[in-house]
């Protein structure tokens, strides 16, 4: 097989004397870097084409450069032409990289395949040797009695057996170890999630309306995950203006609040603030229970604070209930909780401020078991100008059932309402109510879908995390798919 071996200081510089060598048919082996510059191999697609058809190198020897026999007189390429084809086939070898490295880890894995099997056949223990056909087991069987034989031939009946009976022998199946099951696995689902990521990008360049909307939805705060969910479900309207009122009736429609229904002091009951430290849960506490005095009186609200760490909390409760006439009280313990709530039964609202812990703190777990009592009805307040991974984190970590209810609060501090919306909707939260300052009880209002998703699509200026068009590559080169997507839970 005449296959050489071509150095040079470039790669172009190489597969240019392959070709001059080889003309036309050049078959490219392997290429590598040496210390000298870059080493081809290479040869004739005449030489394979021979060994296939069982040539080998009679093919060879009766042929020369491109095919042709020694006396043709063809005239050879010159170095530009030459160098000319081999800039289009070093473009055409760049584009295939990814293609050759995944059929590369498919060859391998393959015959690691094929060796486990090969190994484990090895150790199959053989069946016992067939009996030799001898003139007397011909005659043995030829003096076979007629009712055997009719016997063996019965539908139904199993078959007689002439010889000796020969033990069943297990034949062992090759198993694959899991630790390159898992490998495997791994990387199937790495390589479709790259081709199904760069074909939805590739779909949305080619749209321009859905690369505008998408990427006015990270500029503003959702995940590439709720993004993605709901731009793979938008219709092809052809109109920005139409695209973009369908995105935020989507957006309004599952933001799930309390329109509808009876607002929070309206419907009274016993509620317990909880939420990380810092999100204003002892003045959302204030502000509810000011909206319950207005107007029901201040006889109507009762107040209990658990915060014992934090410095000043109690005296700032107290500092509130003075100002809208109402009690506040401490409970240390379970015990003292259960009590204090039997005295406030008679109360139309009763709301308890608790202590302000980190998603992850050890307490968390205590204060939340603390708090299971029957009719302590749960709301989970997020400061609205959060991060999307802390709002994330704190949402994962408190709540506690299907139908959590939430608050946002400080929706006058937040530059982004986008990350708090979002995590709302995957989550499936009820939002009852936004708190808007500092004033008690002013500064509250209730949840509204509407006016908080056309807020959180304003366009705030330009900003130093903004992404540009380019950077949606990077943003979705990861997986976006989420137990929220694959359960359907968005009605577009």
């Given amino acids: 097989m005449n296959i050489q071996r071509f150095t040079a200081p470039t790669s172009r510089e190489a597969l240019a004397k392959a070709r001059m060598a080889f003309g036309e048919g050049t078959l490219i082996l392997s290429n590598r870097p040496t210390e000298n510059g870059v080493e081809v191999v290479a040869t004739a697609e005449d030489t394979l084409s021979a060994l296939d058809a069982g040539q080998g190198g009679a093919s060879q020897n009766s042929s020369g450069r491109n095919g042709q026999f020694f006396g043709s007189k ?54 016992e040797p067939v009996e030799r056909s001898t003139p007397a087991v011909q005659e043995r069987k030829t003096t076979e009695p007629a009712p055997v034989a009719a016997r063996t031939l019965t539908p139904g009946a199993a078959p007689a057996s002439t010889g000796p009976r020969k033990a069943n022998v297990p034949i062992k199946t090759a198993a694959v170890p899991q630790g390159i ?47 993605r969910t709901i731009l793979e479900r938008m219709p092809e309207t052809g109109d920005a203006a139409r695209s973009m009122q369908w995105v935020i009736d989507v957006l309004e429609r599952n933001l799930h609040t309390d329109a509808g229904t009876a ?60 100002m809208l006439g109402v009690v506040a009280h401490i409970a240390h313990d379970r015990a003292a909780l259960q009590d204090l709530l039997s005295l406030l039964s ?19 777990r205590q204060m939340m078991e603390l708090l299971d009592i029957p009719d302590v009805k749960r709301l989970l307040v997020l400061n609205a100008g959060g991060h999307g991974d802390t709002l994330e984190d704190t ?41 808007t300052g500092q004033s008690v009880p002013e500064d509250w209002e209730g949840a509204n879908a509407e006016k908080l ?3 959180s699509l304003r366009s705030n200026g330009n900003s130093a995390y903004d992404p540009k068009i380019t950077d949606l590559g990077f943003i979705f080169s990861h997986s976006t798919d989420s137990a929220f997507a694959q359960r359907g839970m968005l009605h577009a």
């Fill in 74 to 127: 063809q005239k050879e390429p010159t170095y530009q032409e030459v160098a000319s084809q081999v800039e289009e086939d070093a473009n055409q070898l760049a584009m295939s990289t990814l293609s050759f490295q995944d059929y590369v880890r498919e060859r391998m894995a393959k015959r690691r395949q094929e060796g486990l099997a090969e190994s484990t056949a090895a150790r199959i223990v053989p069946a």
């Fill in 395 to 435: 949402v994962v970590h408190f709540k506690s059932s299907a139908n959590q209810q939430v608050i946002f609060s400080k929706i006058d501090e937040a530059v982004k309402l986008g990350p708090a919306i979002d995590a709302a909707i995957r989550h499936q939260l009820v939002l009852r109510g936004v708190t």
């Fill in 346 to 364: 008679n109360k139309k609202m009763v709301l308890i401020d608790t202590t302000g812990l980190a998603p992850r703190d050890p307490r968390k």
């Fill in 181 to 227: 099951e898992r490998e495997l696995h791994a990387m199937k689902e790495l390589i479709e999630d790259r081709f199904n990521t760069l074909n939805w990008l590739g779909q949305a360049r080619q749209n321009p309306i859905q690369a505008n909307l998408m990427l006015k939805l990270i500029r503003a705060g959702y995940s590439p995950t709720l993004a």
């Fill in 263 to 322: 607002e929070l002091h309206e419907e009274g009951g016993v509620f317990a603030l909880i939420g990380a430290t810092g999100v204003g849960k002892t003045t959302t506490t204030a502000k509810l229970a000011g909206q319950c005095a207005a107007q029901n009186g201040a006889g109507s609200v009762g107040l209990i604070t658990l915060d014992s760490y934090r410095v000043g909390a109690q005296e700032q409760l107290r500092a509130y209930g003075k």
């Fill in 453 to 455: 998703v056309r807020a």
